[in-house]
Every structure is written in structure tokens, then in C-alpha cells.
């Protein structure tokens, strides 16, 4: 699957060498390549941000953005000639590019030396991460956090909450991987992740001077109720299948008159059947985790609140990286983990399968630097990828609920001497048992 990755990738680099832009799923906007993170900081450097463009990032990512491009350049311009302008900006996104490859690499190579080469590529040069780089999106700069403060590469906790406070302040949804910990019992670590994201968001506020928790909340209520998809460009690389089930709601575009009314409302009645199987399953998971905390690692108690988050709310395709990093993190064992783990290899291969074609536009291609024939259509990535998804959550889901069960069967809580002042919670448990002196006992 790795070297699948791979070949894709070498695809996607031929066509746009021949044809002068990205295949499909990439962007269907060739001129727009960076343009996330180009728009981003000529509002840093602009008061309006939360009032007229209706942001919804906290402040630190204007911060950051305001000192990583060539100030020069926003003075009086704003849209494509900033990009042409600041050569800063576009050295800065492919160096984090870069860097999340080496963390990443490193990152698997501490967990698993074996699987550490195959999922280090598919995460790092996977479709998720090369959206997010042919954007320009912050996410990039967070994924980098969500590295430092979730994963194995720092030993002192307190940089571990900075960086997780740090990875919340870019992406506010990433707030439900700390609150998720305490399902284990780890009331510090939440506690001190709390208080970084706290500090950090204060300091970037002050630093602003935008950005209230109020402008923040309202922005996001305002987005997450007026997103009205009308075309099928707004289903193009989605995470969740919101923007679906708004089209075939048919509010601003007759997509009966295409598909026809049967078909539409059977994708009415099965599709929120299907978030809401996901869904479920994450909160029985995270029940038996508060049953069992010690059963269930750190890592799949992140995916599990990062997960409930992004499969109920629409933030974009390419965040699916936060919850295959988590995943990757998995051992190949058993029957749940593996389907995930391939589900995911699945979600990283960059390219698709066009089941119906559109009419070809004339583009400008940034990439290219010429004008180009854009050749998209209608890809099956659009409808299954959401799918596929909540397919991982439900595998993992599973496997959670799986090992908790196995461990009160075999009564495991009766060796865990440090938790015998808890209530067992369930009927028939065994209270653990002091160990025998130079006895070591067992997590």
C-alpha cells in the first residue's frame, strides 16, 4: 500500500508535468494552489478578520502567518499577486512539509520498526497531507503540533501539553483528543493540556488584539448553519457527508432532476444512518474505555474524541490525517485493527475513480504558470470517502469495546493493586489483590 502511494504520487507529478495541473481529487481550481495560506495572512495583517471575512481560527494562526511571509507584500494587496509577492510564504509551507515527513518517520519508527517505513509514506506524502500542502493550510503547522503533543517523540509532559494546547489553538476541534483522556483516568495530563491551550490562546490574543471567544463561537455557529452545497465542486474532498446530504436535499440546486427523487431520498434515509452507526459506536467505545481505562492506550483514546468530532462536523477532507496518524499507530492484530489500518491506506492513495464526466474549462495553472484544459468529473472518492471513514471508527470502535470485554471476563482488574480503592462499577468483579512481595504487577 505504501508503494501504491508512491506510484500515485508519480501519476499525479506526469499529468501535471504533460497536462499542466493536478488529477483529480486535488483541487479543481488550478490557479488557487496556496492560496489557504495566502488568504490566511493578508488577513493577519487586516483588523476584519473575524468581523467582515468571518474567520473561524483562533487568533494564533494570524500571529503565526503575520511573522512567516514577507510583510511587504500585503501592503495594499490581497488574493493572487500576494502569492507572486511572498517567496517567504511559499519556502515556509513546503519546509513544514518537510519537516512533518521526518517527524512522522521518526514518530512510526518509535512505535513500530517493522510498519514504520509504509505508514510514515502514506501518512506523510499521502493524499490528506498533499491536499493540505497544495492549499497552503495551517492544518500543516498543526499537524507538526499534534506530532509533538500526542505522539511518542517528547518525553517531558509539560512540552507535550504546550504543543497539545499549541495544535488547539490552530484547530479548535482538536480540543476533543484532550477531553477524550479523561475516559483514562488522566486527570493531570488533561488539566495541564487545558491550561497550555488556555495560556497559548491568551498570548495570541493579546498579540492580535481579535478574536474573543465570542467572535469565535458566533463565526463557527454561523458557518456550520449556513453551509448550503449546490453543485457537485462542494462534495469534492469532504470529510464528512454533510455537504452530500445538503445536496440531495436539492435547497439550492434540482438534483432530483438529475438523479431522480427515488434515488435521493434513499441516500436520505441510509447516509444518516450510517453517521449515526459511527457515531454510536464511538460512544460505546468510550463507555467500556471509562469501564476499563487501563485497557485501552492513549493513542486510541485520541482517535476516538478526534474522531467523534470530524465525522459530525465539516472541516475538510484533508483533516482526515489527524485520525490515520492515530491509526497508524495501531498494531496489525486481531481483525477490527487491521480493516482499519488498510481502510486508511485506502483514504491516503491520491487519486480517484471518475464515474461521470464534465465539460472541460479553460484555466490559469499556477503550478504550470500557463493556461491549461481542466479535465475533471465526477469521482467516486466524493461518496465513499466519508464512508470509508466512519468504516475506520467502527473497526476501532470494536476493537475497543473487544479488548474491554476480554479483560472483564478474565477478571484482569483483580491485578491491578494501584486501583483498588476504585468502585468495579460492574456486578461479579474481584477486588484486586496485593501482589506478593518482589511480585511485579502487571498494567
Not at 508535468?17 to 494552489?33: A, R
Not at 514504520?116 to 493540505?132: D, E, K
Not at 486481531?334 to 488498510?342: D, K, M, N, S, T
Request: aromatic fraction near 12%; glycine fraction near 8%; include cysteine.
Amino acid at each position: 500500500m505504501g508503494l501504491l502511494v508512491l506510484l500515485l504520487i508519480g501519476r499525479a507529478m506526469t499529468i501535471l508535468y504533460l497536462d499542466g495541473y493536478l488529477p483529480q481529487p486535488f483541487f479543481y481550481e488550478p490557479s488557487d494552489t496556496f492560496m489557504d495560506w495566502f488568504n490566511t495572512a493578508y488577513w493577519a495583517r487586516d483588523p476584519g478578520s473575524y468581523d467582515s471575512w468571518k474567520t473561524i481560527y483562533p487568533p494564533l494562526s494570524f500571529v503565526v502567518l503575520r511573522y512567516l511571509g514577507k510583510g511587504s507584500c500585503y501592503a495594499g494587496a490581497e488574493g493572487l499577486p500576494v502569492r507572486d509577492c511572498d517567496w517567504i510564504g511559499l519556502v515556509v509551507i513546503h519546509a513544514i512539509f518537510l519537516l512533518n515527513i521526518v517527524l512522522t518517520a521518526w514518530t512510526f519508527l518509535k512505535v513500530d520498526r517493522r510498519t514504520a517505513l509504509p505508514r510514515a509514506i502514506a501518512l506523510s506524502s499521502g493524499l490528506p497531507m498533499l491536499y493540505a500542502l497544495e492549499r497552503g493550510n495551517i492544518l500543516l503547522l498543526c499537524f507538526t503540533a499534534v506530532l509533538l503533543g500526542f505522539g511518542p517523540l517528547l518525553k517531558s509532559a509539560r512540552l507535550r501539553w504546550l504543543f497539545a494546547g499549541i495544535a488547539v489553538n490552530f484547530k479548535i476541534y482538536l480540543i476533543a483528543g484532550i477531553g477524550a483522556q479523561l475516559l483514562r483516568r488522566r486527570w493531570l495530563w488533561f488539566e495541564g493540556a487545558l491550561l497550555a491551550t488556555l495560556l497559548v490562546y491568551l498570548l495570541s490574543y493579546g498579540l492580535l488584539g481579535a478574536g474573543t471567544p465570542t467572535e469565535i463561537f458566533t463565526n463557527i455557529r454561523d458557518y456550520s448553519s449556513g453551509f448550503i452545497a449546490s453543485q457537485v465542486l462542494d462534495i469534492w474532498y469532504a470529510v464528512t457527508y454533510q455537504p452530500l446530504t445538503s445536496l440531495l436535499q436539492g435547497e439550492s440546486f434540482p438534483i432530483t432532476n438529475v438523479i431522480g427523487s427515488q434515488v435521493a431520498e434513499t441516500g436520505l434515509l441510509i447516509i444518516p444512518l450510517i453517521v449515526r452507526l459511527g457515531q454510536a459506536s464511538i460512544l460505546i467505545a468510550a463507555v467500556a474505555t471509562w469501564l476499563r481505562p487501563e485497557v485501552v492506550p492513549p493513542y486510541r483514546v485520541a482517535f476516538l474524541g478526534i474522531a467523534m468530532a470530524l465525522i459530525s462536523s465539516e472541516a475538510g477532507g484533508y483533516t482526515q490525517m489527524m485520525m490515520i496518524l492515530f491509526v497508524f499507530m495501531e498494531p496489525w492484530r486481531g481483525i477490527a485493527r487491521p480493516i482499519a489500518i488498510l481502510t486508511c491506506y485506502i483514504l491516503c492513495l491520491p487519486g480517484d475513480i471518475i464515474i461521470g464526466d464534465v465539460p472541460s474549462l479553460l484555466r490559469d495553472s499556477f503550478l504550470s504558470g500557463r493556461p491549461v484544459e481542466v479535465q475533471f468529473g465526477v469521482g467516486l472518492g466524493m461518496f465513499v470517502r466519508p464512508g470509508l471513514l466512519i468504516l475506520v471508527c467502527v473497526s476501532l470502535s470494536a476493537a475497543t469495546v473487544h479488548d474491554v470485554w476480554a479483560d472483564i471476563r478474565h477478571q484482569g482488574w483483580k491485578h491491578r493493586w494501584r486501583f483498588r480503592r476504585d468502585w468495579p462499577m460492574l456486578p461479579g468483579i474481584l477486588r484486586p489483590r496485593e501482589p506478593a512481595r518482589g511480585q511485579r504487577q502487571p498494567s
